[in-house]
T-cell receptor
């Protein structure tokens, strides 16, 4: 099956810094989503991005499907950006998502 | 998008008992999913619940332990049966929106088994 790897596993930054999170996947995918899990456990949809580039405020994402990776950019980090960022892909016809292990981001004030 | 609610939001249960978690969606959806997230881990799919058919369980999960109901297109329940401390996790339901192929998640149920 498809393997999903996220890097780095942990990231500690000062408020105001920029960051790039990476998601590599081992095969062609139909769907790729980025989620933010806040400290209370809620999973928040950030991007649905099987290919191309999208931006939403301070966050943007790029997926290069031919090279099997996606990047999530966070600019001017705020403490509320802390949490775990997950990449999940769907490769087959059963709509099941395959999850990466996540990147734990801590933004210090 | 979809608005998903789960009940209860958290519970503390004794070993050997069972807990039923409810998931309600504000629109009709075909596919609903139940996940488990153990402390510090990623999400693991328990089963897929489609209305009108039996739930499909992933490897390592069985119906006797995690029975699922899906009576209509907006509601599902997951029961965690004969609980042990190893069942302490966050349980999340999600839905797949047919028109966008995105999955949306409920707020989760934080279960502690003592």
């Amino acid at each position: 099956g498809i393997q999903v790897e996220q890097s780095p596993p942990d990231l500690i930054l000062q408020e105001g810094a920029n960051s790039t999170l990476r998601c590599n996947f081992s095969d062609s995918v139909n769907n790729l989503q980025w989620f933010h899990q806040n400290p209370w456990g809620q999973l928040i949809n950030l991007f649905y991005i099987p290919s191309g580039t999208k931006q939403n405020g301070r966050l943007s994402a790029t997926t290069v499907a031919t090279e099997r990776y996606s990047l999530l950019y966070i600019s001017s980090s705020q403490t509320t950006d802390s949490g775990v960022y997950f990449c999940a892909v769907e490769g087959g016809s059963n709509y099941q998502l395959i999850w990466g292990a996540g990147t734990k981001l801590i933004i210090k004030p | 998008s979809a608005v998903i609610s789960q009940k209860p939001s958290r519970d503390i249960c004794q070993r050997g008992t069972s807990l039923t978690i409810q998931c309600q969606v504000d629109s009709q959806v075909t596919m609903m999913f139940w996940y488990r997230q153990q402390p510090g881990q990623s999400l693991t799919l328990i089963a897929t619940a489609n209305q009108g058919s039996e739930a499909t369980y992933e490897s390592g999960f069985v119906i006797d332990k995690f029975p699922i109901s899906r009576p209509n297109l907006t509601f599902s329940t997951l029961t965690v049966s004969n609980m042990s401390p190893e069942d302490s996790s966050i349980y999340l339901c999600s839905v797949d929106l047919w028109d966008s192929n995105e999955q949306y998640f409920g707020p989760g149920t934080r279960l502690t088994v003592t």
